[in-house]
């Protein structure tokens, strides 16, 4: 046990935590800014504002920094925002297709960085449109299972013109058209209260699995790219069991 010490490993890991959450709440205020500069800063009339602020809220992010990344999208403001959103697709290991959506203040530079990224964790970034026809594009709808039975909500889902809904034992994961997202959530918001998340995601219309090193490597590449400053999301196509995850996480 010669130079372990306890209460360094508890600093390093406490440390470890708070650069990760400090990044997390960097993101959510970054996407709360770039909705409220492309719409009106009310959530109420701005549904991409809205939803990244429940977003915001599930993930603790503090009021006041909430207040100011929608006061830094307004016209004149001294940190005002210049974010543009991108989109890179490319390949992880084992063929895995990838699609990471970006809010570059410098493309050039997120797109060197993305591909250093892939290129040292078995992937490859490829042309737009190389990997987006293997997924669809749904918004995403999210309630606690306490709502609702899984029949009812399944009766509000199709009233509101919903398209499906994936009832587990803690949520009620509610799909739609991108058009007709904003209705089906405020039909649903009014009937059964603010949904825990809301928004546009990248389906996979089939899903690989990816097992042993593979998935190690994968998982390697996926919390590099979360780790990216300008990285807001990752989708994937692939299938990798508990096990290989739990392991990815003790190492």
Same mark, same amino acid.
């Given at each position: 046990?010669?130079?372990?010490?306890?209460?360094?490993?508890?600093?390093?890991?406490?440390?470890?935590?708070?650069?990760?959450?400090?990044?997390?709440?960097?993101?959510?205020?970054?996407?709360?800014?770039?909705?409220?500069?492309?719409?009106?800063?009310?959530?109420?009339?701005? #549904?991409?504002?809205? *939803?990244? +602020?429940? !977003? %915001?809220?599930?993930? $603790?992010?503090? /009021?006041?920094?909430?207040?100011?990344?929608?006061?830094?999208?307004?016209?004149?403001?001294?940190?005002?925002?210049?974010?543009?959103?991108?989109?890179?697709?490319?390949?992880? #290991?084992?063929?895995? *297709?990838? +699609?990471? !959506? %970006?809010?570059?203040? $410098?493309?050039? /530079?997120?797109?060197?960085?993305?591909?250093?990224?892939?290129?040292?964790?078995?992937?490859?970034?490829?042309?737009?449109?190389?990997?987006?026809?293997?997924?669809?594009?749904?918004?995403?709808?999210?309630?606690?299972?306490?709502? %609702?039975?899984?029949?009812?909500?399944?009766?509000?889902?199709?009233?509101?013109?919903?398209?499906?809904?994936?009832?587990?034992?803690?949520?009620?994961?509610?799909?739609?058209?991108?058009?007709?997202?904003?209705?089906?959530?405020?039909?649903?918001?009014?009937?059964?209260?603010?949904?825990?998340?809301?928004?546009?995601?990248?389906?996979?219309?089939?899903?690989?699995?990816?097992?042993?090193?593979?998935?190690?490597?994968?998982?390697?590449?996926?919390?590099?790219?979360?780790?990216?400053?300008?990285?807001?999301?990752?989708?994937?196509?692939?299938?990798?069991?508990?096990?290989?995850?739990?392991?990815?996480?003790?190492?």
């Amino acid at each position: 046990m010669a130079g372990h010490s306890h209460a360094k490993n508890v600093m390093h890991q406490k440390a470890k935590s708070e650069a990760k959450r400090s990044k997390i709440f960097g993101k959510l205020a970054r996407e709360i800014a770039v909705a409220a500069k492309q719409g009106m800063p009310d959530p109420a009339h701005n #549904p991409r504002l809205r *939803a990244a +602020i429940i !977003e %915001a809220r599930k993930n $603790n992010l503090p /009021r006041d920094r909430i207040d100011r990344a929608i006061k830094s999208a307004q016209p004149g403001a001294a940190d005002g925002v210049n974010y543009d959103e991108v989109r890179y697709e490319g390949y992880g #290991p084992a063929g895995i *297709a990838l +699609i990471v !959506e %970006a809010l570059s203040d $410098n493309r050039n /530079r997120t797109a060197a960085e993305l591909r250093t990224i892939f290129s040292k964790n078995g992937g490859v970034m490829g042309e737009s449109g190389s990997v987006a026809f293997m997924f669809s594009r749904v918004g995403e709808i999210v309630f606690p299972v306490k709502v %609702a039975s899984a029949d009812a909500m399944l009766e509000a889902v199709i009233e509101a013109g919903g398209e499906n809904v994936d009832s587990t034992d803690t949520a009620h994961i509610v799909t739609c058209s991108v058009e007709d997202f904003g209705a089906v959530r405020n039909a649903l918001e009014e009937k059964f209260g603010e949904p825990e998340g809301a928004k546009l995601v990248w389906y996979p219309n089939m899903q690989t699995a990816v097992e042993g090193d593979n998935a190690q490597q994968l998982l390697k590449l996926l919390d590099v790219l979360d780790d990216n400053d300008d990285v807001q999301t990752v989708f994937g196509n692939y299938d990798i069991s508990i096990a290989d995850m739990d392991k990815f996480d003790a190492a």
